[in-house]
């Protein structure tokens, strides 16, 4: 019990921190997971139908999460590892 005291005030300086890369990593793998599944789309209701405007606008948007998935995990990457600490 005294370990996880112990712990829990060594962390607190880190909560905003925490929470912030954890919310950027979630939408990151969000959108990274979307992308499977509008291939399927794009196969299953565009290709398979002909319907050349449904694989255009999916495509599109499949590039829009890309670019969007990209931005999420640099803006990770550049949260400060030391916290309240950093210069």
């Known amino acids: 019990k005294r370990l996880l005291q112990v712990l829990w005030e060594t962390l607190q300086p880190y909560k905003l921190i925490s929470a912030i890369t954890l919310v950027l ?3 990151q793998i969000g959108a990274d997971l979307m992308i499977p599944r509008l291939i399927q ?3 299953d209701q565009g ?3 002909g319907d050349l405007s449904l ?3 999916t495509s599109i948007l ?3 999460l ?3 998935s990209a931005a999420l ?3 990770s990457a550049a949260v400060p590892a030391d916290g309240p600490h950093s210069a």
Request: glycine share 4%; proline share 0%.
């Open 66 to 68: 890309s670019l969007l």
């Open 25 to 27: 990593i979630v939408a």
């Open 62 to 64: 499949m590039i829009g």
């Open 41 to 43: 789309r794009i196969v």
């Open 73 to 75: 995990a640099v803006a």
């Open 55 to 57: 694989v255009l606008q």
């Open 47 to 49: 290709v398979m139908a």
